[in-house]
Structure formats: structure tokens, C-alpha cells
């Protein structure tokens, strides 16, 4: 915790010096949309190649506890613009802290970069039809995390046991998620 203390103590403005080693360099955008790297990652094509990387989705509940959820890239969907999409278990704590703030942080490590996405999203399926729950809505604000003195290689991934059911099941939810209106 010390450690983490001390890097946010140094956090610089983009442009500054990074080959110290010891600043951070953090960059917000005021773009709308996603980075074209992430806006890549969850276009909904091409899944299989996409197996394992994993989006980790923030909300808070009710009661202020810090919900976290794993995300594949069959369970978000970039759309134009600064839309985006979710699809997400409809029983899960996450979709109920969700639909009752509307906000989330979605955060993936892609290249050697951390990105956060603040979430703006609204229940497209409050009766509870089905096992998912749908949420539409626009990305509200991004930063880029990258520090000089190392590299990231990776987020969270993982392995499929059984990689042609799921690619099945993750073709029919990007379908879905298209044709919320």
C-alpha cells in the first residue's frame, strides 16, 4: 500500500519526462468513445481471437460496498460514437448495483496501457425476461494510465474449458446486444 501511496504522490501531467522512471503519466480524455484500441476489443467481431482478455467492471451498491465483476468480450459491445453496451447475469449483484446507480468503471489493460472508462447506462430489460440483463448507454469519460519506469503486460485473462459453446453463446449475446434500440 506504501508503494501505491507513493506513486500517486507523483502523478505528472501527459508530456512530462517519463525516462526517470519515477513519474506516472495519466492522460484524460475529453474525447466521447473509447480508445481505438479498446473500441477494437469490444466491436463484437472476430471473438475467438479475442479469447481471454478480460474487462473488469466496477459498480457500487446499495450500500456503498464496491461490486467487481469480470467481463469477457462477448458480454460488451462498442457501438458509434460514445455508446456502449452490456450484457451482464441478470441475477448478479453487479447487475442489481447497476441498475440502481446507472454508473460503472470499466478498466482493461491493453498494450502498455491501464484504461478506465466511466459509464453512464440504463437498464434495457427491467422486467427480468431471460438470463441476462441488457444495459445501454455512453462512455462519460476515459483516462490512460502508463509509468515509465515499467511496462504492462498484461490484465486479468483466463482459459476456456469448453471454448466452442462459449464463442456459440457470446455470437448470440453480441446479437442481442446489436439490436437493443
Same mark, same amino acid.
Given at each position: ?48 481471437? #479475442?479469447?481471454? =482478455?478480460? %474487462?473488469?467492471?466496477?459498480?457500487? @451498491?446499495?450500500? /456503498? ?6 467481463? !469477457? +468480450? ?41 484504461? #478506465?472508462?466511466? =459509464?453512464? %447506462?440504463?437498464?434495457?430489460?427491467? @422486467?427480468?425476461? /431471460? ?6 448507454? !455512453? +462512455? ?42
Amino acid at each position: 500500500m506504501i508503494d501505491k501511496i507513493r506513486v500517486a504522490a507523483v502523478v505528472t501531467p501527459v508530456g512530462a519526462d517519463p525516462s526517470t522512471g519515477a513519474s506516472v503519466s495519466t492522460h484524460s480524455s475529453a474525447e466521447p468513445g473509447l480508445p481505438q484500441p479498446v473500441a477494437d476489443l469490444v466491436n463484437g467481431s472476430d471473438l475467438e481471437r #479475442k479469447l481471454g =482478455l478480460t %474487462l473488469q467492471l466496477v459498480t457500487v @451498491d446499495e450500500e /456503498g460496498w464496491p461490486r467487481l465483476s469480470l467481463l !469477457s +468480450v462477448g458480454e460488451v459491445l462498442a457501438g458509434p460514437g460514445n455508446d456502449i453496451r452490456l450484457a451482464l447475469h441478470i441475477g448478479s449483484r453487479t447487475t442489481a448495483a447497476l441498475t440502481h446507480s446507472g454508473k460503472a468503471l470499466a478498466t482493461v489493460v491493453l498494450g502498455r496501457t491501464h484504461y #478506465k472508462i466511466h =459509464l453512464a %447506462l440504463t437498464r434495457m430489460n427491467p @422486467d427480468g425476461a /431471460g438470463p441476462l440483463a441488457f444495459f445501454a448507454g !455512453s +462512455v462519460v469519460h476515459v483516462e490512460e494510465d502508463r509509468v515509465g519506469y515499467a511496462e504492462l503486460t498484461s490484465g486479468i485473462t483466463y482459459r476456456l474449458n469448453e471454448p466452442d459453446d462459449v464463442l456459440a453463446r457470446w455470437t448470440r449475446q453480441i446479437d442481442e446486444l446489436r439490436s437493443l434500440t
